[in-house]
C-alpha cells in the first residue's frame, strides 16, 4: 500500500492489491493469499485484501494491548483533537470516498455522500459528547447503617482491546460508530471490516492514522469471517466486542466469545402498522422509503406492513403508484438510479427471488416487481401474503415488502411479537394517543409513529431485543458501552 492510500484506485484497468494495517505500518500478509472485492454493479475487481494469519492477529492484539496503556494516559481532549481532525480529513475526501463506497458496494451516489458526511459528523458528535463524560462520588451514609467514614469515588475507564466488526451495507459509518467512541475513550481496537467494503475501511483506517492515532491502538485485519472471524471472537486477548451483521452470525459469535461486554446490532425484519386513521399519502411515501432505500439492504428496513383490509386496500395502491413514480433501478453510479442498485452478490438476490416465488405458490399476489437479472431486483411488492411465509418469517436483505391483512390490532401486534426479530417497528395514525398504547405492546427496541424506521438520529438510542442484538447504542450509550465504572473506595480518618 503507497503511503497516499488515496490515490490507490484511480487506476481502474489494474486493481490495487492492498496490504493490512498491523498498526504500525502497511503490510503485506505471511499468509500469501489474497480475496478479490467484486463490484455488485460490473462484477469488475475493485481490488483484493489479503487474509491475514492467526500469528497475525496474535501479535497485533499483543501490540494493541501495550498500546492502549499509552493511549489511556492522553487527555481526553487530545484524543478528542484527533477525531476532530480525522472528520475534517474525511470531510475533505468525501469525493473520492463517495466514488469509492459506490464502486464497491454499489450503493446509489447520494446515500454514498450522505453515509461519507453523515459518518464525519458523528466522529465530531463524539469527540464532543465525551468531554461531557463524568464519574460520580457516593457518601456511605446514604444507606442505612453505616457512617460518613467512606466515600466511593467513582470513574469510567477503558476496557482494553475491542474487537469492532462492520458489515458491507454501511462499511464506512457502521465502522465510524464503533471505531470513534472506542479510540476517543482510550481502548485500543482491532477491525475487522466486511470483504464487501473492506477496501472503504482501509481508507478508514488511513484517515484515523493520518489525524494522529498512534502506533498499535488501531489495527485492521481483513480476511472472510469463516478465515479469521471465529479466531478473532474467541480470542482471550479481546476485551469487548461490537459487531453488526446477522442473526445468525451474531448468536454464533456470542456464543463463542464468552463472558466479555457485547455490543451488537444484528438482523430487523421490521413491521409496519397501519391504522385506519393515518393519512394516506405520508403513510404510502414513508412506507416506500422504509421499504426501498439502499435496495432494503438495511437492518432498518419495513419489511411487513399489517392492517385490516380496508386500510391496506386503500394504501397499497398508493404504495405501488409512488414506487412506480419514484424508484428507479439501474446503475447506482447514474444520477438517475434512486434507491435501488445491485444486491450486494448473485446469490443474495437469488436467495430472495427464491423466497419470492415461495410465496407465489403460498397464494401471495406480486403487486409489482418480482423480476431478477443478475443481482439486481426489481423493487417488489407482495400482497395476500400470511406470517407463516418465509418472505417474512426471515429476514429478506433485499427490495421486497409484504402486505399481510390481519383481523385486528391484536392480530397485529401477535404476528410482530411472535417473531425472532426485535429491532424496530413503525405505527402509521393521525391518533398518537392510539400509537402511544399499541407501541407499549410491542416487543421490539424502538417504535416510531408516523415515520420508517431507521438508525438516527444517532444522538437517540439504538438497540435491538431477541435475535436482533444485545446492548444499547448511540452517542452518548456507545461511549458508556466501551468504558467500565471503576470504584475507588476512600475510608476517611475519623
Excluded at 77 to 83: A, E, W
Excluded at 94 to 108: D, F, H, N, Q
Excluded at 481 to 490: D, H, Q, Y
Aim: negative net charge; aromatic residues 6%.
Amino acid at each position: 500500500m503507497s503511503a497516499d492510500i488515496f490515490e490507490e484506485l484511480h487506476d481502474e484497468k489494474t486493481p490495487p492489491n492492498y496490504s493490512w494495517f498491523n498498526g504500525k505500518d502497511w503490510v503485506s500478509s505471511t499468509s500469501g493469499k489474497f480475496t478479490s472485492v467484486i463490484s455488485p454493479i460490473d462484477h469488475s475487481i475493485v481490488g483484493t485484501v489479503p487474509i491475514v494469519t492467526q500469528d497475525e492477529i496474535d501479535a497485533s492484539i499483543k501490540q494493541a494491548h501495550l498500546a492502549q496503556k499509552a493511549w489511556q494516559e492522553k487527555t481526553l481532549v487530545d484524543r478528542g483533537k484527533i477525531l476532530k481532525l480525522a472528520a475534517d480529513w474525511m470531510r475533505e475526501h468525501e469525493l473520492y470516498l463517495t466514488s469509492l463506497l459506490v464502486r464497491e458496494i454499489g450503493k446509489p451516489v447520494d446515500e454514498a455522500k450522505d453515509e461519507i458526511l453523515r459518518s464525519a459528523d458523528m466522529i465530531d458528535y463524539f469527540g464532543h459528547e465525551a468531554l461531557h463524560m463524568t464519574g460520580e462520588q457516593i457518601p456511605s451514609d446514604a444507606f442505612p447503617g453505616y457512617d460518613k467514614h467512606k466515600i466511593s469515588i467513582i470513574e469510567r475507564v477503558p476496557l482494553g482491546v475491542i474487537l469492532a466488526i462492520a458489515p458491507f451495507n454501511y462499511p464506512v459509518n457502521l465502522a465510524v460508530s464503533k471505531l470513534a467512541p472506542a479510540l476517543v475513550t482510550g481502548n485500543s481496537i482491532i477491525f475487522k471490516p466486511p470483504t464487501s467494503g473492506a477496501i472503504s475501511g482501509l481508507h478508514l483506517t488511513q484517515i484515523f492514522r493520518k489525524a494522529g492515532v498512534p502506533d498499535g491502538v488501531l489495527t485492521t485485519v481483513t480476511g472472510g469471517g469463516s478465515e479469521i472471524g471465529d479466531y478473532l471472537v474467541s480470542h482471550p486477548g479481546i476485551n469487548m466486542i461490537t459487531f453488526t451483521g446477522s442473526s445468525q452470525v451474531g448468536q454464533t459469535a456470542a456464543t463463542k466469545a464468552g463472558m466479555i461486554p457485547l455490543l451488537f446490532e444484528c438482523g430487523g425484519n421490521n413491521p409496519a402498522i397501519v391504522i385506519a386513521d393515518c393519512n394516506p399519502g405520508t403513510t404510502a411515501q414513508e412506507i416506500v422509503k422504509g421499504a426501498f432505500s439502499f435496495a432494503g439492504q438495511r437492518c432498518t428496513a419495513i419489511k411487513y406492513v399489517l392492517g385490516l383490509k380496508p386500510e391496506l386496500d386503500r394504501i397499497l395502491p398508493m404504495v405501488v403508484k409512488i414506487t412506480q413514480e419514484t424508484i428507479h433501478m439501474g446503475d447506482p453510479r447514474s444520477p438517475e438510479t434512486k434507491s435501488v442498485g445491485p444486491l450486494i452478490t448473485e446469490s443474495a438476490a437469488q436467495e430472495i427471488e427464491a423466497r419470492i416465488r415461495m410465496a407465489e405458490k403460498m397464494g401471495a399476489k406480486i403487486e409489482l416487481g418480482g423480476v431478477r437479472q443478475g443481482n439486481y431486483l426489481e423493487p417488489t411488492i407482495l400482497s395476500a401474503v400470511t406470517s407463516d411465509m418465509e418472505i417474512v418469517k426471515i429476514e429478506s436483505f433485499g427490495p421486497v415488502v409484504s402486505f399481510i391483512e390481519v383481523k385486528d390490532m391484536e392480530e397485529a401486534i401477535a404476528i410482530i411479537n411472535s417473531s425472532t426479530y426485535g429491532l424496530q417497528a413503525a405505527i402509521y395514525t393521525c391518533d398518537e394517543g392510539t400509537g402511544l398504547k399499541i407501541a407499549e405492546k410491542l416487543d421490539v427496541g424502538t417504535v416510531w409513529i408516523n415515520s420508517k424506521p431507521q438508525r438516527g438520529p444517532d444522538h437517540f438510542p439504538f438497540l435491538g431485543i431477541k435475535g436482533s442484538g444485545v446492548g444499547m447504542q448511540g452517542i452518548k450509550y456507545s461511549l458508556e458501552a466501551m468504558t467500565r465504572l471503576k470504584p475507588v473506595i476512600l475510608n476517611k480518618p475519623e
